[in-house]
């Protein structure tokens, strides 16, 4: 890792907030969200059948009295059911990245806007943005998350952006170049992609103006990181956060880099069991489960991420007091990230009824030849479906990869494989391999 | 008159060719002839033999991936034009030619035909100056 060289320095001093008094905000805060959340009928009921209510809550550790949330609430509730304020007061939708399938939508008040804007500001800051820099934003501007969340989070601190949202990089490389980017920020594996392209045209990292980047918005490794500042020659910051919870600003690193600082003050961290739901213990590899405490319009009850990762409480050197989580290591489901898109192999499975009819066994083989994700989809070839006319067999593989780009949003490579030779362990097929370094 | 053909699906990797031609010589079926078609991912092996019944089911119990399509079989005059003579009787019948393999057995220079409507073909080539071999005279070819 590049030693970052900059001072450290607080976007808010809240940042910095002793443990007992942040102890005490976060009960205050708890006791406010579950007043709010009566007004959303699913958690209405929730509350009454576990007999919980506002002035019962004392402690942030009464959150475990709390019913779970679940993505699937969010998609029975389909569009905006867990909306906790009126529909007036809205002042912004965003919606789950990039599936195409069925979008789950969360909803922004104008102070949740301001909310989230300085929590993105608090990453940015304590990872060397200053407000004399100019930031370029490759990250799709849209109904995902990332764009908007960072942009007005630089704008926050005061710095300068370059909405330059996503593709074609020799363009990106051009811009960073000629309007002197400081910072960048995008997914980490587009970071590594950019960096190759610059290369690749000769532009070695000394003639790159970069020197910070703040990446987000799919899992990567200690090596990745290594490979960005190398290419590039910046200091690689994480961060994390999930649209569901409010977006990017959940957590980020601050210059020592030992795991995301998470903004307690408005965000509560469980790290539980995801089989029993029990915690684990610090340090422990768990699912992360989060409670919103300040968010106005659609406040969550410790919604259950699937993102796997371990809790760090002791002090860092850096004085901000908010625990830090480790990189997310893995997930409690079967979802994989595809060049920063969220796919679940059910959405395959689907693709591949429309295109046949029948849902034949299939295996997803994700891997990363260079710096983007590649994906390749085996299906097996059902005795039904061989016809002895190649045309016919190279129309069944193209409208397999049509309906897989209909429903995933991602382009996969289709291959035809003989029945009965994808692996099928103990009766259930395997359904993706991943050969992608797992974070580490 | 029509000739059945065998045609198996295979991936496109080693050993994938050789399995299916293992599973008949145990079975004892002679193949009369073969071709192979591939793309890039995967190939169709067409085969003739005398059981295809037999062969399929044999075939299909390995795991094989097997369709039965017809054939025609039209011997070629063996000189120059020869075959362009032949298509000319295709095209007057107005018959699409999917894709044709030479069946290499008794001398002469017989060709297998898929087209697009078998038993059509079989109905109007005749009346377009061309003969098809039917399939006994075909089989018994090959055991001379």
Redesign the interface.
């Known amino acids: 890792m590049l030693t970052p060289r900059f001072e450290n320095r607080l976007f808010d001093p809240a940042e910095a907030l002793p443990r007992d008094a942040l102890r005490a905000l976060q009960a205050r805060r708890l006791a406010q969200v579950v007043e709010r959340v009566s007004r959303v009928p699913l958690y209405r009921e929730a509350l009454a059948a576990s007999g919980v209510s506002a002035s019962s809550v004392r402690s942030p550790d009464d959150v475990r009295r709390l019913p779970f949330t679940v993505k699937d609430d969010l998609r029975r509730t389909y569009p905006l059911g867990l909306l906790a304020v009126p529909r007036a007061e809205v002042a912004r939708i965003h919606g789950s990245s990039g599936t195409t399938g069925k979008p789950t939508f969360v909803a922004y008040t104008r102070g949740d806007l301001e909310t989230w804007s300085g929590l993105c500001a608090r990453f940015l800051v304590a990872g060397g943005l200053r407000p004399e820099h100019t930031v370029h934003i490759a990250f799709g501007y849209g109904l995902f998350t990332g764009g908007f969340g960072l942009h007005y989070g630089v704008e926050r601190v005061g710095a300068a952006v370059v909405p330059a949202a996503g593709g074609n990089t020799p363009r990106q490389v051009q811009l960073i170049q000629d309007l002197q980017a400081d910072v960048l920020v995008c997914t980490p594996s587009y970071a590594l992609h950019i960096g190759e392209v610059a290369n690749a045209q000769g532009i070695g990292p000394d003639r790159i103006p970069l020197r910070y980047g703040h990446f987000g918005g799919e899992p990567w490794t200690e090596e990745l990181r290594g490979e960005i500042e190398r290419a590039l020659g910046i200091a690689a910051f994480n961060n994390y956060g999930l649209s569901e919870v409010i977006g990017p600003g959940v957590s980020g690193e601050c210059l020592h880099r030992r795991g995301m600082h998470i903004s307690e003050d408005h965000f509560l961290v469980e790290c539980v069991d995801p089989d029993t739901l029990e915690p684990v213990e610090d340090g422990e590899v768990g699912e992360l489960v989060f409670t919103t405490l300040t968010k106005e319009a659609m406040p969550v009850l410790r919604y259950r991420t699937r993102d796997l990762a371990s809790l760090d409480r002791s002090p860092c050197p850096c004085g901000r007091t908010g625990t830090r989580m480790s990189r997310v290591r893995g997930r409690s489901d079967d979802m994989i990230i595809v060049r920063g898109v969220n796919v679940f192999p059910s959405q395959v499975e689907e693709a591949l009824l429309r295109a046949e009819g029948t849902a034949p066994h299939y295996l997803i083989e994700v891997s990363r030849p260079g710096a983007l994700d590649e994906v390749a989809v085996k299906v097996e ?3 039904a479906d ?5 045309r016919q ?2 129309e069944l ?1 193209d409208r397999i990869d049509r309906e897989i780009h209909a429903v995933t949003g991602v382009r996969m490579t289709v ?7 994808l692996e099928r362990s103990a009766g259930k097929a395997r359904r993706v391999i991943d050969y992608r370094k797992p974070p580490g | 008159m029509k000739i059945r053909q065998l045609s198996l699906f295979l991936e496109n990797r080693p050993g994938q060719l050789r399995a299916p031609c293992k599973i008949l010589g145990d079975a004892g079926i002679d193949v009369l002839t073969m071709s192979l078609a591939d793309t890039q991912q995967f190939g169709i092996l067409r085969l003739v033999v005398e059981d295809t019944d037999r062969a399929r089911q044999v075939l299909e119990a390995a795991g094989v991936v097997v369709n039965v399509t017809e054939m025609l079989a039209v011997d070629v005059p063996d000189h120059p034009g020869g075959l362009a003579q032949v298509l000319e009787g295709f095209e007057k019948a107005d018959l699409g030619v999917e894709y044709m393999y030479p069946y290499g057995r008794g001398g002469a220079a017989t060709l297998l035909f898929r087209v697009e409507d078998p038993d059509r073909a079989e109905r109007i080539l005749a009346e377009h100056g061309v003969r098809l071999v039917p399939s006994a005279e075909l089989y018994a070819r090959a055991a001379r």
């Open positions: 070839v059902r005795p061989f016809k002895d006319e190649m067999m190279v593989r291959e035809l494989v003989a029945p009965n030779t």
